[in-house]
């Protein structure tokens, strides 16, 4: 590993990946839910379970909400911009750990390739510029390969030993922010890596117990802690959460991962043909194997979500990366991949720089909240029926919100909350919000509201609570 390429890579991730951080035009799902997770944790200093308006929030483990808190603390204010920041320096951190993998798998011309053309792909930079831990997790996996591809180099070596347990540790973190895969996918690396390739020793059986005393010891700093302050019953309901257990199927056609692939790979998609014609000559090489071993993996397990591709896009880019360094016959290739490389990095920040021509400029829910904030005095309640509670939490910085899904709970709530109270909710259950108020809740209409959407609107309604009857 050179540092000169390891410098380029940093420099480029960063400047395709840091402009306009801060921006309120495009914000990825459960963006906000996680600002406002980090913000109350930040306020609370609770760090082993995070909140969401107040309540423990079990689907996902605190990974990336302690360190947004922390940049929350420094910077002594929430922003969007911080909560993004783990994402970014992860992206970044998952480039350098990919060429360090490749370096071992593929040499260097295909490593630093595969560096700078990662981030450039369209799902790794979305996923990248957004506050979710898909980032950290990918980063912690690459970094986990990174260790077991530099072990395998080392056969017969005392550092290998070293090297396999800080995979095992970095399986550990991966593990803890999102689940079982961050383990599986270096363990195909040491297993598939050595296919064809003389100087990379297998894992034999110790090796393999001290890849999994490192992944057990990370496991264990983030179970023990909650086991001695007393919640276990909250790790309980993080391992049987729907994400874990399978409980929350979500089958959907098997072939939606070759569309979500072709996508998410994209500007690379087009150099596609060029792997299937260097297989076709040169035989499976590591980067394909694993690619097509972790994809198989994701079809048969029975819950389906485009994201779950995110640590396939790696190996897929190394892939690609071998396929145009090889083609050597063809020369005009590897210009025409620098070039589709440096308009992507380039097209990243500039999608952000241009005005966009159609109407919307804003997250609606943002735009929403900001009117709901202007009416709504600090110290009143306010109980919602979608996602806004947690941009009416985070924006403004406030406690007091809640989030409740039947318009019988809100009711109740309501109640509970008392004269001088809010309610909001999307637009279409007004009417029902006013039959099931009757006789109960007097609601005075404050404001109705419809925000564009691209080619559509989202409205949301907002009543006060005027009196409780009863």
């Known amino acids: ?40 944790m930040a306020d609370s200093g609770e760090l082993l379970v995070p909140t969401l308006l107040g309540r423990e929030y079990v689907d996902k483990p605190p990974v990336m909400h302690a360190m947004i808190a922390g940049l929350y603390r420094l910077a002594g204010d929430p922003s969007l911009a911080l909560a993004r920041l783990p994402s970014i320096v992860a992206g970044v951190a998952g480039a350098l750990a990919l060429y360090g993998v490749a370096l071992v798998l593929s040499g260097r011309e295909p490593a630093l390739l595969a560096a700078l053309a990662l981030p450039a ?157 260097d297989v076709r000559r040169r035989g499976y090489t590591a980067p394909v194997a694993i690619a097509i071993a972790l994809l198989a993996i994701l ?74 904030l202007s009416l709504v005095d600090p110290g009143r309640s306010i109980v919602c029926m979608d996602e806004l509670a947690e941009a009416i939490a985070f924006a403004g910085r406030r406690g007091g919100v809640s989030h409740l899904d039947a318009v019988g709970d809100v009711i109740r709530a309501a109640r509970t909350n008392g004269e001088g109270s809010y309610i909001a909710l999307p637009e279409g259950f007004g009417e029902e919000l006013e039959r099931a108020a009757t006789g109960r809740l007097d609601l005075v209409h404050v404001l109705s509201a419809e925000i564009p959407l691209h080619r559509r609107t989202r409205g949301w309604q907002l009543y006060r609570v005027a009196g409780v009857i009863g």
């Open 121 to 277: 792909t369209l799902e790794y930079h979305r996923m990248a510029r957004i506050a979710r831990p898909d980032m950290i997790f990918v980063a912690a996996i690459l970094a986990a390969c990174f260790a077991v591809a530099a072990a395998l180099r080392a056969a017969g070596s005392g550092r290998r030993f070293s090297r396999l347990a800080l995979a095992g540790a970095a399986s550990g973190v991966a593990t803890v922010t999102k689940g079982p895969l961050g383990a599986v996918v270096p363990a195909l690396v040491a297993m598939l890596a050595p296919i064809r390739r003389r100087d990379l020793g297998r894992l034999r059986g110790r090796e393999w117990l001290t890849f999994g005393a490192g992944l057990a010891l990370v496991v264990a700093f983030w179970v023990v802690p909650l086991l001695l302050t007393g919640h276990r019953d909250y790790l309980h309901r993080v391992l049987v959460q729907p994400d874990l257990s399978g409980g929350e199927v979500e089958p959907g056609p098997r072939y939606m991962y070759l569309h979500a692939l072709l996508v998410g790979l994209l500007p690379l998609t087009v150099l596609l043909p060029l792997v299937v014609h």
């Open 299 to 372: 079809v048969i397990y029975p819950k389906k979500r485009a994201h779950y591709l995110l640590p396939v896009y790696p190996f897929l880019v190394l892939a690609v990366a071998e396929a145009v360094v090889r083609a050597t016959e063809t020369r005009w290739i590897r210009g025409v991949t620098t070039g589709i490389v440096v308009a992507s990095l380039i097209a990243g920040p500039l999608y952000y720089a241009i005005t966009p021509p159609w109407p919307v400029s804003e997250e609606p829910k943002l735009v929403m909240t900001r009117r709901v």
């Open 1 to 40: 590993m050179t540092l000169r390429d390891c410098a380029l890579v940093v420099a480029l991730g960063l400047a395709t990946l840091l402009p306009f951080v801060g921006q309120t035009r495009d914000v990825g799902t459960h963006e906000l839910r996680h600002a406002e997770i980090a913000r109350e």
